[in-house]
């Protein structure tokens, strides 16, 4: 999946949640999912595109600005 994830889906068409309490990211899984798990799904996104962390999180954040204009950050 990491090798064909970029090709397939662009940084900017990605959000990130932490709603699903039953799934955990590695190497938390096994535990309750909580929203401070969500820097190991940016590791392994920055990993996966060949980027650093930093360009991860303001392009995700982005794009659900993009998508819920509402939202205030």
């Known amino acids: ?3 064909v ?3 397939v889906v662009p940084l ?3 959000v990130l949640e932490t709603d ?11 535990k309750r999912n909580e929203s ?3 820097r190991h ?3 392994r996104l920055a990993e996966a595109y060949g980027v650093s962390e930093e360009e991860v999180c303001p392009q995700t954040t982005a794009t659900v600005a993009h998508l ?3 939202v205030i950050f």
Request: avoid cysteine; charged fraction near 15%; hydrophobic fraction near 45%.
């Open 1 to 3: 999946l990491p090798e």
């Open 5 to 7: 994830l970029p090709a």
């Open 12 to 14: 900017d068409r990605i």
């Open 20 to 30: 699903a309490p039953y799934m955990a990211p590695v190497p938390q899984r096994g």
């Open 36 to 38: 401070a798990y969500i």
């Open 41 to 43: 799904v940016i590791t």
């Open 68 to 70: 819920f204009p509402q």
